[in-house]
């Protein structure tokens, strides 16, 4: 029996113990009793769990070609090192990360090719229609804001994106209760029942977007999202035309960890939803195995609006296919320092008139 005594409650994870008087195996310290074989059996279920397998194998993309590296040219930045792409004719203007500006062309070549692109959708009226739509209602916002002149610049930018496509194959344990509840003449009593939940099932994965820029906030961009890949094309120099073009200076390989992330938490979340009927459940394992991984590289239509109030930077952006706006904004102290002083004394003399009808009263 000494193999068994090492055994851990699946209740409460204590250490479980030969019960002499009930010629079981019971826990001390939930008084929960176990059958010899159905411990075994769950033991065994346990070791057997599948452990993750979360591996990818992106294929590199084409290179440009001899055609298309004429007709494109990066410009970087001295401040912050950032390197976007633009047509030929794209004159030299402002870094949309820093706002410094860029006037350093240099021929583009040898450089991953993308293999799809989302095309703008939206224009810059749409984002400077969506800015102030953004700003309405906002009452602690400081009025400099209110104010479109104060955009310092909007620029429509294909920012690259790592799409993760895979079937994720998953298996999920978890300990689930119920709990009974009844009376007698004399006592209460509380039956608690323990049940080991098992599930396994397969969820496909298409098109799991991870931009593929370390100047670009990664919460900023997931903000955006999601893009509609039905509007997706193959990619083509043409698209390029008047906008500019960030290229990726985080691999594929770099993406896979925020890649997995996203997978692992979708399937755990789906496999939760099936597990019902129980008044708790707490999840126990979960292993994901992926088939068929592959990434492939793409830009997606976004655009950028940069403002400054008081020496700080504001960046919001726009999904340039939906139109979704996201975007911090800054607190006027002042009013805010108002309305809270203000809320106080309402509510202080809204307390004064309450006690002094009471006092009134009696």
């Known amino acids: 029996m000494s193999a068994?005594?090492?055994?851990?409650?699946?209740?409460?994870g204590?250490?479980?113990?030969?019960?002499?008087?009930?010629?079981?195996?019971?826990?001390?310290?939930?008084?929960?009793?176990?059958?010899?074989?159905?411990?075994?059996?769950?033991?065994e279920d346990l070791s057997q769990d599948n452990v993750d397998d979360m591996t990818w194998n992106p294929e590199p993309g084409d290179e440009w070609s001899q055609e298309e590296a004429q007709g494109i040219q990066s410009f970087v930045c001295?401040?912050?090192?950032?390197?976007?792409?633009?047509?030929?004719?794209?004159?030299?203007?402002?870094?949309?990360?820093?706002?410094?500006?860029?006037?350093?062309?240099?021929q583009f070549k040898g450089d991953l090719r993308p293999d799809f692109v989302i095309p703008f959708k939206k224009t810059k009226e749409d984002a400077k229609a969506a800015y102030r739509e953004?700003?309405?209602?906002?009452?602690?916002?400081p009025k400099v804001f209110k104010d479109e002149n104060h955009i310092d610049e909007?620029?429509?930018?294909?920012?690259?994106?790592?799409?993760?496509?895979?079937?994720?194959?998953?298996?999920?344990?978890?300990?689930?209760?119920?709990?009974?509840?009844?009376?007698?003449?004399?006592?209460?009593?509380?039956?608690?029942?323990?049940?080991?939940?098992?599930?396994?099932?397969y969820l496909d994965f298409d098109h799991v977007a991870i931009d593929g820029s370390s100047r670009m906030a990664d919460d900023l961009m997931e903000s955006i999202e999601a893009?509609?890949?039905?509007?997706?094309?193959?990619?083509?120099?043409?698209?390029?035309?008047?906008?500019?073009?960030d290229r990726y200076d985080v691999t594929a390989e770099e993406s896979i960890d925020r890649a997995n992330n996203r997978i692992r938490t979708t399937t755990e979340d789906e496999f939760m939803k099936t597990v019902t009927g129980y008044d708790t459940v707490i999840p126990e394992s979960s292993s994901v195995r992926l088939r068929d991984a592959r990434a492939d590289y793409a830009l997606y239509p976004v655009w950028l609006?940069?403002?400054?109030?008081?020496?700080?930077?504001?960046t919001f952006a726009m999904n340039g296919q939906t139109g979704k706006f996201v975007g911090d904004l800054p607190v006027d102290n002042g009013a805010y320092t108002?309305?809270?002083?203000?809320?106080?004394l309402g509510t202080a003399a809204a307390v004064f008139a309450g006690l002094s009808a009471l006092w009134f009263m009696g």
């Open 227 to 245: 893009f509609d890949f039905s509007d997706a094309v193959d990619f083509n120099t043409a698209y390029l035309a008047g906008y500019l073009a």
């Open 154 to 201: 909007i620029k429509g930018i294909y920012v690259p994106f790592w799409l993760f496509d895979a079937k994720a194959e998953a298996h999920s344990r978890y300990k689930g209760t119920t709990t009974r509840v009844w009376t007698d003449s004399k006592y209460q009593y509380t039956e608690t029942s323990y049940y080991s939940i098992s599930r396994g099932g």
């Open 78 to 106: 001295e401040s912050c090192g950032g390197e976007i792409l633009g047509d030929k004719n794209m004159a030299a203007s402002s870094c949309p990360y820093c706002g410094n500006p860029v006037v350093v062309p240099s």
């Open 305 to 314: 609006l940069n403002t400054t109030w008081q020496g700080e930077r504001f």
């Open 134 to 141: 953004h700003l309405e209602g906002k009452k602690f916002l």
């Open 14 to 43: 204590g250490a479980i113990e030969w019960n002499a008087t009930s010629q079981s195996l019971k826990c001390p310290f939930c008084d929960t009793e176990f059958e010899i074989e159905t411990l075994q059996g769950y033991q």
């Open 338 to 344: 108002r309305s809270i002083i203000l809320t106080a």
């Open 4 to 12: 068994l005594q090492q055994f851990k409650c699946p209740c409460c």
